[in-house]
């Protein structure tokens, strides 16, 4: 396990993947894409934090070997409680002004991207910023995921979680991800971040890539963490008094929320203006919905 680096030197950008029992697993040769892509780029500005949960099945002394020769990389091996735990905890040990969460089975969409964004982030010092996700096929062949608007956020998430940089002081602030959701504690994040007015940038580069596999791919394991997202967010809403995870779960399946709930999110005091932009996109699509018919689910 290598030792923190000297504070004065601290890198720009903290790219943190959370590991388990990557052997027992088969994920090994995945694995070795994640290390060679941080390799290529090549960005002295970035550090890749390894963020295990402990492994048992010789995963640790696999990434020993595997880092042992890379650049500006950590390795931290301790219990965690699940996914979002590990990302908690390689967000505190991170040194970097940003925080970057890159899956175990992912890759960074270009050789260079590292040091694009490390421009973008020093010139404007957003408090996040966001891209775009390439996603590749088991045939080779790739697609990028273009529905990247703000303006989804009351509806899901407008981009990968792979793809947002976010200011590690802000993830604190915010208590990073909130370990009772499985799948939508990223969803639940961005929710809170734009709710709290921090304000971010996008750029059209596409930031990471991962394969369309894994538990998200499930839309209702998906359908019933954003429910439970909503459930606490709405918590005390007059207007969601009445209303359960299960009503959640239909908003969800058919894209769109009562326009009572809306309005009294649209018309409440000290909502920021990235909410009010969401929540009239929202309105929109609830009433352009409502006469349709043959949405129904």
């Known amino acids: 396990m290598s030792a923190s680096p000297d504070k004065t030197d601290a890198p720009l950008i903290s790219v943190i993947t959370a590991t388990y029992n990557l052997l027992s697993q088969g994920r090994q040769d995945s694995f070795r894409e994640v290390i060679d892509c941080m390799a290529r780029q090549g960005c002295a500005r970035a550090e890749h934090i390894i963020q295990d949960g402990a492994s048992t099945d010789g995963t640790v002394e696999f990434l020993q070997e595997l880092t042992a020769d890379a650049p500006r990389t950590r390795l931290i091996s301790e219990p965690d409680s ?152 709405y918590d005390g809403f007059k207007a969601a008094q009445d209303l359960t995870q299960e009503d959640f779960f239909r908003f969800f399946r058919r894209g769109h929320m009562p326009v009572p709930l809306i309005l009294e999110r649209l018309s409440k005091p000290g909502t920021s203006d990235a909410i009010k932009a969401a929540a009239r996109h929202s309105l929109w699509k609830t009433m352009r919905r409502s006469v349709q018919f043959w949405r129904s689910f």
């Open 82 to 233: 699940g996914l979002y735990d590990a990302m908690n905890k390689g967000a505190q040990a991170a040194c970097g002004e940003y925080l970057l969460f890159l899956n175990s089975d992912d890759s960074l969409a270009s050789d260079d991207i590292l040091s694009t964004v490390a421009d973008r982030l020093e010139a404007a010092q957003p408090d996040f910023l966001y891209g775009s996700t390439l996603r590749r096929y088991e045939d080779g062949s790739e697609t990028r995921e273009k529905r990247m608007s703000l303006t989804a956020i009351l509806q899901r998430m407008p981009f990968c979680h792979n793809s947002v940089l976010l200011k590690r002081d802000v993830f604190l602030a915010l208590g990073g991800h909130d370990t009772q959701f499985r799948v939508a504690a990223d969803y639940d994040l961005m929710l809170r971040l734009l709710t709290e007015g921090y304000q971010g940038e996008r750029t059209d580069e596409p930031i990471s890539m991962f394969w369309g596999r894994g538990v998200t791919s499930d839309i209702v394991i998906t359908a019933e963490d954003y429910a439970r997202v909503w459930m606490k967010y």
